[in-house]
């Protein structure tokens, strides 16, 4: 059995498997052939399926019509049901050619070559088979990979409501601080592979949050500083659960620094603006006005323009000035305004 991944399948000398009980046309359609591709061959329609089971898939079957017991159009259609990636191409007579219509109306056959086929008539039916097998398997690699997209957001949809769920004033944070962030993102030109990353890091940012006691994160009033420095260390730990995130993809990294601070001031490392990258300084505006906005234990939401005017003051201190200035033109001169926190006070 040929196990080979699709991108190697693409690669790899095309598979033709020819059925027909004339051994003579046989030989001289495997001769024309042979040079660009791997050759099997079956002298009646049952031999056919017994070798495709035994050394398929294929890439496509050039099949006789009239062969002795299963004719080309039977044959063809069993294969089209048991191995529809491999193209199938039906060799005829004229006389034939209403069986043959049927078969292409059937759906079965994917082109019809009369008899006697001239070998470039035939090279070039076999190519554009080719071509069409290598259609069929990259539509198939889509198919899986956006199937694995819609698994993969899932996941990050249920861990983001798992941190949530332990901590009722942060419910809607990371969707709306997500959304920010994407805005800002589109403002700002970002490919849509930093928007796919930037979208999964504030949809997780505060995931390390799962390690904090949840009595730090619901008691209202100020906390102890050492109960702070524990919930200090949700970067950090948010960074360790996703690390071994592919390393295009810096989720988890951007996660580690969505609370350092230009100047410096911020935590788990006291980086300052050129160590931090961009994501985390998109991030932390972001995430800034929605943690405002938001009602905390110790203290009811403060408003979207005592958030603005936070942004406002830290700008170049605190805040990327050009994100800070994004996130300012969004909300001023554009139009955005958050969704409405949940209110849990
Ligand atoms: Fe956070």
């Known amino acids: 059995m040929n196990d080979l991944s699709p991108a190697a399948k693409l690669q790899a000398k095309p598979r033709l ?11 001289t359609l495997r001769r024309v052939l042979a040079r660009d591709n791997e050759i099997f061959t079956a002298e009646n329609g049952q031999e056919a399926l017994e070798v495709l089971a035994a050394c398929g898939p294929f890439t496509a079957i050039i099949s006789d019509l009239r062969m002795p017991g299963m004719d080309g159009v039977e044959l063809l259609a ?4 048991t191995a529809p990636d491999t193209v199938r191409l039906l060799l005829t007579g004229h006389a034939d050619l209403e069986a043959a219509l049927d078969a292409v109306n059937q759906g079965h056959v994917f082109r019809i070559l009369t008899k006697p086929c001239p070998p470039e008539t035939l090279r070039l039916a076999v190519d554009a088979a080719v071509r069409q097998h290598q259609l069929v398997l ?18 990050v949809q249920g861990f983001s409501s798992l941190v949530e769920a332990r901590d009722p004033y942060l419910a809607g944070h990371h969707q709306r601080t997500t959304d920010l962030a994407l805005a800002m993102a589109r403002e700002l030109g970002l490919d849509n592979t930093e928007r796919d990353t930037l ?25 102890r500083s050492e109960e702070f420095s524990v919930i200090k260390m949700h970067p950090e730990v948010g960074y360790d659960i996703l690390k071994h995130l592919d390393r295009d993809w810096p989720v988890a990294v951007i996660i580690r620094q969505h609370h350092e601070r230009m100047d410096g001031s911020g935590y788990p490392h006291g980086l300052s603006g050129r160590y931090i990258v961009q ?17 905390r234990p110790y203290r009811p939401s403060l408003g979207i323009h005592a958030a603005l005017e936070e942004i406002e003051k830290g ?7 050009l994100m800070a200035d994004c996130c300012l033109d969004l909300f001023r001169n554009k139009g955005y305004s958050l969704a409405e926190p949940v209110n849990t006070a």
């Open 17 to 27: 498997l020819l059925a027909d009980d004339d051994e003579i046309l046989l030989d």
């Open 199 to 223: 979208r999964i890091a504030g949809l997780l940012h505060d995931i390390g949050k799962v390690y904090v006691p949840a009595d730090f994160l619901n008691r209202p009033g100020v906390l």
């Open 78 to 81: 069993r294969v089209s049901a």
């Open 138 to 155: 990259a539509s198939r690699e889509l198919f899986a990979l956006k199937r694995f997209q819609g698994l993969l957001e899932g996941v």
């Open 315 to 321: 700008r170049g201190r605190l805040y990327d000035p």
């Open 279 to 295: 994501g985390a300084r998109l991030l932390a505006v972001a995430d800034v006005v929605d943690a405002m906005c938001s009602h």
